[in-house]
C-alpha cells in the first residue's frame, strides 16, 4: 500500500487544527508542498527565509531541495522583486533545475509577504 497523508512539522500544528492546513501531503514517492512565505526586514531575507522554510518542510518528511522537480511561484510586485527572488532561489538550488512557473498577484495569506513557494518533491 502506497504512503499517503499530510506532513506536519511540529511547529505547524495549530495551522493544521485551526486552519486545516496541510504544509505538505505525501503519496508516496512524491510530496506536494503547499505554498511557504518568509519573514525579514529585506527581500534578501525575506526570500532566504522562504527557502529555509521550504527545506524544513522538506526535510520533515525525508526529502530535500535536491528532490525538488517543480516549483510555482508567487509574487507581489514581481517586476521589483524577482531578482532579489531568483538570487535567493539559486542560492538555495542547484542544477538540474526544477521546472518553474512564476505568477504576479496581487497579494499573499501572509499582507507582508512579497512572494510564495510551491514545490513538488519526488524521491529517486
Not at 61 to 79: I, Q
Not at 102 to 117: D, H, Q, S
Request: glycine share 8%.
Amino acid at each position: 500500500m502506497t504512503e499517503r497523508g499530510p506532513v506536519i512539522p511540529a511547529d505547524s500544528q495549530t495551522s493544521y487544527d485551526r486552519f486545516h492546513f496541510a504544509p505538505a501531503y505525501r503519496v508516496g514517492d512524491t510530496l506536494y508542498v503547499s505554498g511557504v512565505i518568509g519573514t525579514g526586514e529585506s527581500l534578501e531575507d525575506e526570500f532566504a527565509s522562504a527557502f529555509e522554510n521550504l527545506t524544513n518542510v522538506l526535510a520533515e518528511a525525508g526529502f530535500t531541495l535536491a528532490d525538488v522537480v517543480e516549483m510555482t511561484t508567487f509574487h507581489v510586485d514581481m517586476s521589483t522583486t524577482l531578482g532579489a527572488f531568483m538570487a535567493a532561489r539559486d542560492a538555495a538550488l542547484s542544477e538540474p533545475w526544477p521546472a518553474w512557473t512564476a505568477i504576479g498577484c496581487t497579494e499573499l495569506a501572509i499582507p507582508t509577504g512579497r512572494a510564495e513557494v510551491k514545490v513538488t518533491a519526488v524521491k529517486s
